[in-house]
């Protein structure tokens, strides 16, 4: 008897690892993910509405403020959102950001994770999902907007208050090393 516990405890113990550790992801199959979930073309859908979401901030900031941009201003900021998207949309290209989203995913989910995820993107819900999944980020990224619309007089007091007191810190380090300096 004393065998067959020492012998179930061993087979445990030796099993338990191996079962631990599931089979990471293979590159394959996490691109076939972000292929299934249509991934570049939600990249690419981000990158054609930046100019319209930066012209959406800036209105918001308009009646935020109160107070009408001249049309100068409004000429000045249009072309540098223009200018801002294609910066972004330039330095964020699939080829570039696909390897580390396959490595994120690598990093998050095994095997056996992935191919649930796949399945589930190919079924009627998921389809679904992928395709309203646009309009969500969008309105979920207004709703943040307009949540930092409100703190924004707040954010900007509180870092005016840094500016100050940063300036007041670095004059009282300067004059501090002045009188250390005088002393030696």
Do not use: C
């Not at 079962?19 to 590159?27: H, K, R």
């Not at 930066?54 to 223009?82: F, N, R, W």
């Not at 207004?142 to 509180?158: D, H, R, S, W, Y």
Request: no cysteine; charged share 20%.
């Amino acid at each position: 008897m004393k065998k067959l516990l020492t012998a179930t405890a061993m087979s445990i113990a030796l099993f338990q690892p191996i079962t631990a550790m599931a089979a990471t992801a293979t590159e394959a199959s996490v691109k076939e993910l972000l292929q299934v979930t249509e991934s570049e073309q939600m990249l690419d859908q981000v990158s054609a509405q930046m100019d319209s979401i930066m012209s959406q901030s800036i209105q918001q900031v308009q009646k935020q403020q109160g107070e009408p941009l001249t049309d100068a201003q409004v000429e000045v900021l249009h072309k540098y959102s223009k200018k801002i998207a294609d910066v972004m949309a330039k330095g964020m290209t699939w080829s570039d950001l696909e390897p580390a989203m396959v490595k994120i995913y690598q990093d998050n989910f095994t095997q056996e994770d992935i191919n649930g995820l796949i399945a589930f993107y190919k079924t009627p819900l998921g389809k679904t999902t992928i395709e309203k999944m646009p309009v969500v980020m969008q309105q979920s990224m207004a709703v943040g907007q307009n949540a930092m619309l409100k703190i924004m007089p707040e954010l900007t007091e509180e870092m005016k208050d840094f500016g100050t007191e940063l300036r007041a810190a670095e004059q009282n380090s300067d004059q501090t090393n002045k009188e250390e300096t005088s002393s030696q």
